[in-house]
T-cell receptor
Framework: ETGVTQTPRHLVMGMTNKKSLKCEQHLGHNAMYWYKQSAKKPLELMFVYSLEERVENNSVPSRFSPECPNSSHLFLHLHTLQPEDSALYLC?????????????????FGEGSWLTVV | SQQGEEDPQALSIQEGENATMNCSYKTSINNLQWYRQNSGRGLVHLILIRSNEREKHSGRLRVTLDTSKKSSSLLITASRAADTASYFCATLRDTGRRALTFGSGTRLQVQP
């Protein structure tokens, strides 16, 4: 148990559906992240939030919409996805952003949400 | 192009042997970290080495960093079947992006 909880663990959705992935961290961290992990590809950083403010959007298509209502919760809203968006979506948190002293150096990952788009 | 690339992509060894994985990166870094991922699960932080450090140890793990060659290696000594997992290096650049950049990983299989 890393202190970062993701739900649901598995999600199957059609291309016209709207669904959301949820992430909650119980570590008192100020930074949260969404990463995408596809087969045989490096982890792709999608979004970075610091103190509920989005600080990085890594050229992610608008069919992925993040929301950070408070420093403990992060959502990824999904709309009109494509089959190639099927992947493991990993949420992570850190005490501070990387580079902001030692506090930001270790990030803690959730177990991920397996998404299948059919 | 990705910042970190691990080598080899896959490695199979016998229990008790040492496993060595390498990581190369392209830009100057603040630090380099190694993470482990069991199949289909989240990543777990193993060890961090700063750009001004050359070697670091943690239990059976030994990490080296050569900033002149922009490369790092992770050595797992006396491997166990439970070490079977994917191992990723992640770099934090000196400037710019405020998040870690991960490589593709090395899949390690330790045969009992």
């Amino acid at each position: 148990e890393t202190g970062v909880t993701q739900t649901p663990r598995h999600l199957v959705m059609g291309m016209t559906n709207k669904k959301s992935l949820k992430c909650e961290q119980h570590l008192g961290h100020n930074a949260m992240y969404w990463y995408k992990q596809s087969a045989k590809k490096p982890l792709e950083l999608m979004f970075v939030y610091s103190l509920e403010e989005r600080v990085e959007n890594n050229s992610v298509p608008s069919r992925f919409s993040p929301e950070c209502p408070n420093s403990s919760h992060l959502f990824l809203h999904l709309h009109t996805l494509q089959p190639e968006d099927s992947a493991l979506y990993l949420c992570a948190s850190s005490q501070a952003l990387p580079g902001q002293g030692a506090r930001g150096n270790t990030i803690y990952f959730g177990e991920g949400s397996w998404l299948t788009v059919v | 192009s990705q910042q970190g690339e691990e080598d080899p992509q896959a490695l199979s060894i016998q229990e008790g042997e040492n496993a060595t994985m390498n990581c190369s990166y392209k830009t100057s870094i603040n630090n380099l970290q190694w993470y482990r991922q069991n199949s289909g699960r989240g990543l777990v932080h193993l060890i961090l080495i700063r750009s001004n450090e050359r070697e670091k140890h943690s239990g059976r793990l030994r990490v080296t960093l050569d900033t002149s060659k922009k490369s790092s290696s992770l050595l797992i000594t006396a491997s166990r079947a439970a070490d079977t997992a994917s191992y990723f290096c992640a770099t934090l650049r000196d400037t710019g992006r405020r998040a870690l950049t991960f490589g593709s990983g090395t899949r390690l299989q330790v045969q009992p």
